[in-house]
């Protein structure tokens, strides 16, 4: 995609007005301290499991000797590991191993005002067949969700329907042979039997970012179907890793492209999911890293373009799916300032089940528009979405520290502890 964007100076005046509501000493129009709307949807019982899991995932060296071992024992199928994966991280963060017993869990967020992001937790695979089994049970999950209430959204991955090798090729620029001209023609059949599905049932689809060096053919796959099904509602979102320093530009020229073309543009923003990965590629390869040096950078960018996607609420509709409090709250403030309808369908925030209720159910007592990424799928086809989830967000991260402070402060108010 062509590099026209915004000037620079564009960016700047939206940078220094992101400065201006983070550090206003106004009072927050959302709390997230607030533990007792928070965990409000938990038991006692259900309380102390939290605080167990979370204390256990606090302590990193745990984290990584239990996910060699676990899936390791998952893959000799070794029921009794099964078992307590599934009273364990698996009932901590997923709604269940199918979509029917899935419902208890999306009702109940229900009941607290939160939507629903379905997400088949499989990760990547590699034969056509299971490329076919990943676009099916993604439809399947779109017209369960057309009959749902409170589950506007489902999630997908491209590398569940394509070939990973097939991507890198695509982006290095080699010519296509016959097989893998007909691998390409099946990926775009089966991302477009999906899109085509979702638009005609009123459903929203979610494409997840992946590595950089395939992100190129996946970004080419989801503006193609942008450009077919956005023309009047967003149908399809992209998803922008902003820890990457060139995605706050290729969001503005997304939206750019999105205007010439008479099309809304749909943009999940998340800080970013490989950057371990990133990292140590670029230094295998011998190239500059394509990720922000700092947080403090990545950020800023995050920041700028939650800013950037209000300012253009009307042509772009946008997910905050962010575990920042900051980035969360800022949000919220800049739809208050500019008195947007809190619950407007351009408008969302999201994260994961499982973590940061302090967010999402304090934005949906407030009456903004939230959901939870749910997670499905039988036990050990998401037990490797769970050893990544609890790798990224272990101590290194200070995710848990967090999680496992706030369920505390709620136990504490409850006089549990």
């Given at each position: ?5 915004k ?9 220094k007005?992101?400065d201006?509501?983070i ?6 129009i959302?709390?997230?301290?607030n533990?007792e709307?928070?965990?409000?949807g938990?038991?006692?019982e259900?309380?102390?499991k ?5 204390g256990m ?13 676990g899936l ?27 979509l029917?017993?899935s ?6 967020l229900?009941?607290?005002?939160c939507l629903?992001i ?6 990547a ?8 089994q990943t676009?099916?049970?993604t439809i ?8 749902a209430d409170h589950?506007?959204?489902v999630?997908?991955?491209v590398t569940?329907?394509?070939r ?6 695509i982006q ?6 016959k097989?893998?001209?007909s ?9 477009d ?7 005609q049932?009123?459903v929203?689809v979610f494409?997840d ?5 395939i992100?190129?053919?996946?970004d ?13 509602k ?8 902003m ?5 706050l530009?290729?969001?503005?020229s997304?939206?750019n492209?999105?205007?010439r ?10 800080r970013?999911?490989?950057?371990e990965?990133?990292?140590?590629r ?5 190239y500059?890293s ?17 800013k ?8 772009i509709?946008?997910?905050n799916?962010s575990?920042n409090a900051e980035?969360?709250l800022?949000?919220?403030e ?7 309808s809190?619950?407007?369908?351009h408008?969302?925030?999201?994260q994961l089940?499982?973590?940061s209720d ?8 407030a ?41 505390h ?5 409850r006089?549990?502890?």
């Open positions: 995609m062509e590099k026209i964007g000037p620079v100076k564009d960016i700047e005046r939206m940078k007005a992101v201006e509501v550090n206003s000493k106004e009072e927050p959302v709390d997230f301290s533990t709307v928070a965990f409000a938990k038991t006692d259900e309380l102390r939290s605080a167990w899991i979370f995932m606090n302590r990193h060296w745990l984290v990584g000797i239990g996910s060699k071992l390791a024992a998952i893959r000799m199928h070794l029921p009794f590991v099964e078992g307590i994966v599934k009273n364990t991280i698996y009932e901590q963060f997923c709604g269940g191993t199918t029917l017993n419902q208890p869990s999306i009702s109940k229900a009941q607290q005002g629903t379905l997400d088949y937790g499989a990760e695979k590699d034969s056509e067949e299971e490329y076919n676009m099916n049970e399947r999950a779109i017209e369960f969700a057309a009959k589950v506007p959204v999630s997908t991955k569940g329907m394509a990973f090798g097939l991507l890198k090729q290095e620029g080699e010519a296509f042979t097989e893998t001209r691998e390409y023609k099946n990926i775009l059949k089966r991302i039997a999906i899109c085509h599905i979702a638009a049932k009123d929203s494409f970012a992946e590595e950089s060096w992100q190129d053919p996946i080419h796959f989801v503006n193609m179907m942008m450009r077919r099904y956005n023309r009047e967003p149908v399809v979102y992209n998803t922008f890793q820890y990457r320093k060139d995605r530009q290729y969001l503005i997304s939206y492209q999105a205007e073309n008479g099309y809304i543009l749909g943009a999940k923003l998340v970013g999911a490989y950057m990965k990133e990292r140590a670029a230094r295998e390869h011998g500059e394509p990720i922000h040096p700092t947080k403090a950078a990545t950020d800023d960018a995050y920041n700028t373009g939650v950037f996607c209000i300012d253009n609420y009307e042509r509709a946008s997910c799916a575990h980035s969360n800022l949000q919220a800049l739809i208050h300032r500019k008195g947007i809190r619950d407007h369908p408008l969302m925030f999201c089940y499982g973590m302090n967010l999402t159910f304090n934005l949906a007592a009456g903004f528009k939230v959901g939870k990424y749910l997670p499905y799928g039988p036990v050990r086809e998401v037990v490797p979405y769970l050893i990544r989830r609890a790798e990224e967000n272990s101590s290194v991260t200070g995710d848990m520290t967090r999680e496992h402070r706030l369920v402060e709620e136990m504490k108010r006089g549990l502890s």
